[in-house]
């Protein structure tokens, strides 16, 4: 595509539920990362793919979160049992190759009620 | 881990005006990046410059990265330039991590 995609663009659920955010990288874009930004704070790294592996899962809060890319393109970020502090923006982002210049999708505005 | 500074942490500006961002970094780094977040919340890519300077339009960017700073300049500043600015750096860990962001308001 064009541009980095990310879907929903907004998601308010329950305490409780489980959420999945998914992200469309720019096509040929083989590095992914997902990052969070809660609200008037800098970006927090939560994973990066080469490809569809993950060399470091160690930005991930909690067990809770878990991360899949598919087929060296679509992404999908899973929260489990969404507590309020899990409220953020969780931003996406591509670039053509390792460390090269990244490009952002506009986000998913997550609220846990 | 790295820490990534930047400063002035909030700037006001009228139209026309010109202003320099600056990053501090307290590790080595192999790359760093420049965003510019707007008032909708998109991240905007403005430079890709481990070291040296570059040019595009009215900003320019140079990172001296045996100093470990990089500066973004901002030159006939315009409302639209409105919103936080960010750096990045890379250590040759993947992950790139974000500096504490400028928040600039150009006024009309």
């Known amino acids: 595509g064009a541009g980095v995609s990310q879907s929903p663009s907004n998601k308010v659920t329950e305490k409780g539920k489980d959420v999945e955010l998914r992200c469309d990288p720019i096509s040929g874009h083989t590095a992914l990362y997902w990052y969070r930004q809660s609200l008037g704070q800098g970006l927090e790294f939560l994973i990066y793919f080469q490809g569809n592996s993950a060399p470091d899962k160690s930005g991930l809060p909690s067990d809770r979160f878990s991360a899949e890319r598919t087929g060296g393109s679509v992404s999908t970020l899973t929260i489990q049992r969404t507590q309020q502090e899990d409220s953020a923006v969780y931003l996406c982002?591509?670039?053509?190759?390792?460390?090269?210049?990244?490009?952002f999708g506009s986000g998913t505005q997550l609220s846990v009620l | 881990g790295i820490q990534v500074e930047q400063s002035p942490p909030d700037l006001i500006l009228q139209e026309g005006a010109n202003s320099t961002l600056r990053c501090n970094f307290s590790?080595?780094?192999?790359?760093l990046q420049w965003f510019h977040q707007n008032p909708w919340g998109q991240l905007i890519n403005l430079f890709y410059i481990p070291s040296g300077t570059k040019q595009n339009g009215r900003l320019s960017a140079t990172t001296v990265a045996t100093e470990r700073y990089s500066l973004l300049y901002i030159s006939s500043s315009q409302t639209t330039d409105s919103g936080v600015y960010f750096c990045a750096v890379e250590q040759g860990t993947y992950k790139y991590i974000f500096g504490t962001g400028t928040r600039l308001k150009v006024l009309a």
């Open positions: 982002a591509s670039s053509l190759e390792y460390s090269q210049r990244l490009f």
């Open positions: 590790d080595s780094v192999n790359n």
